[in-house]
């Protein structure tokens, strides 16, 4: 496998196609590389303007029988075995290109996708990978419906137990690595399971559409309404593939181990919005705070947008923080009754925040400059009230000038990204 240090892609474009379990939709899907800090994307392209759905736990809209993504009037239903794929196989940047409303879900598991992902090539990226880390378990869920642990661990492991009063399942546990190698051969096969007497009421609620005898399995009340099991405890490995899936919102790779107790879908996006809740939590403690970056930034008041630094490798890597609140100067004149923080802003603060990745190279009488931008993209609004987080890297440094690359962040979903390059200068 490739260096599990760095970012991935994938390294040829993909294609498949098929139904949705669900809307019955035929769908063409083709996967397409995509540069370092993009991300999961999906892009509906069926639609006007082919509106882009980032794989992230602030565009879950639905848990019905599987993971609805959405934003905006776009959806994209059942994403989770396309997304437990990607994440087994540590895709970190990716578009995934549909022109229907659902991931197809061909023979009911995850191994299609993965074995289409995996037979493009996997290429390695000048970027390091991002992980969520834990500093503390992580609980999620009730007594009596699922439940969730996380425990911090130096690899990624799930251990599930269901329970079904069903002949062919009853209590089932599993515990499995996630890695390319382990989930290729013990779990990428396992396939999702319904029950015949579900069947009416799943059609009047407009579910099951493209369901078949071929693409799930199918339970009566004795046994399987058709063909065989490929492991006698299939069922508790699908939900394994499943956690998988739904995990990979969270936007990061993740070092845990994960032990769940009849694990669903709501469940599973509860954990990972928990998950990303305890990282913001364990990130806002300021390593910088604003006494020490308004010793090394010219800027002051209103024009100082960087409250704390939150993570800093010299020469490599730096995370900022700016909290936006209705009291901003600006908000009094930009859309005054529907505020916005400006764009330029978003990339005037970024680049504040990639300023003072060069801390150490700053003395009396220089400052920086920034000399060129390039690529900036504006995702969505910011408004009063969202905790902006920026994360920019170094692609090149020499001993005056820089070159960065940066994306901010809103509840993990990106709302402004682009290049810099920027020169320490006598002031």
């Given amino acids: 496998m490739a260096n599990a240090a760095n970012q991935q892609t994938l390294a040829a474009p993909a294609e498949l196609d098929g139904i949705g379990l669900h809307t019955g939709a035929q769908t063409h899907v083709r996967f397409l590389p995509a540069p370092p800090q993009t991300g999961i994307r999906f892009h509906r392209t069926d639609l006007d303007g082919a509106p882009e759905i980032g794989a992230t736990v602030a565009n879950i809209s639905a848990t019905d029988r599987g993971t609805t993504l959405g934003a905006g009037e776009a959806r994209v239903h059942t994403v989770e075995h396309v997304l437990a794929a990607v994440s087994a196989l540590c895709i970190d940047n990716l578009i995934i290109e549909t022109n229907g409303p659902e991931m197809p879900i061909l023979d009911g ?61 009853r209590r089932q546990f599993a515990s499995f690595d996630v890695r390319a190698d382990a989930f290729g051969s013990e779990v990428a096969a396992a396939r999702t399971f319904g029950f015949m007497h579900e069947v009416e009421q799943l059609y009047s609620r407009g579910l099951a559409q493209g369901a078949t005898l071929e693409n799930a399995i199918v339970l009566n009340e004795s046994g399987l309404a058709s063909g065989e099991l490929r492991w006698p405890d299939e069922f508790v490995r699908h939900k394994v593939g499943d956690i998988v899936g739904d995990l990979a919102l969270v936007g990061k790779r993740l070092r845990a181990h994960i032990v769940a107790d009849r694990p669903s879908h709501a469940g599973n996006v509860a954990l990972a919005k928990a998950l990303v809740e305890a990282e913001q939590r364990s990130s806002t403690q300021p390593i910088v705070d604003i006494r020490r970056i308004m010793q090394h930034l010219p800027h002051r008041y209103p024009m100082l947008l960087v409250d704390r630094i939150v993570e800093f490798e010299p020469g490599k890597r730096i995370v900022g923080i700016k909290n936006v609140t209705i009291n901003e100067p600006f908000f009094q004149g930009h859309y005054p009754h529907h505020p916005v923080m400006p764009g330029v802003l978003l990339v005037e603060s970024m680049a504040q925040v990639g300023g003072l990745l060069m801390m150490e190279a700053i003395v009396e009488d220089k400052v920086i400059y920034f000399m060129t931008l390039d690529n900036i993209k504006f995702r969505r609004p910011v408004t009063p009230g969202d905790q902006l987080r920026f994360e920019v890297e170094v692609i090149q440094i020499k001993k005056h000038t820089c070159r960065l690359r940066g994306v901010g962040t809103v509840d993990g979903q990106p709302v402004v990204e682009g290049e810099m390059m920027a020169r320490i200068v006598d002031a």
């Avoid at 090539?121 to 500093?135: F, N």
């Avoid at 699922?146 to 599930?160: E, K, W």
């Fill in 109 to 169: 598991s995850f191994r299609p996708f993965f074995e289409v992902l995996q037979r493009s090539g996997i290429a390695v990226q000048d970027a390091p990978a991002q992980y969520l880390e834990l500093k503390a378990p992580v609980k999620s869920g009730t007594d009596g419906g699922p439940s969730y642990v996380a425990i911090a661990s130096d690899t990624y492991r799930i251990s599930a137990t269901i329970e079904f009063p069903h002949p062919l399942i």
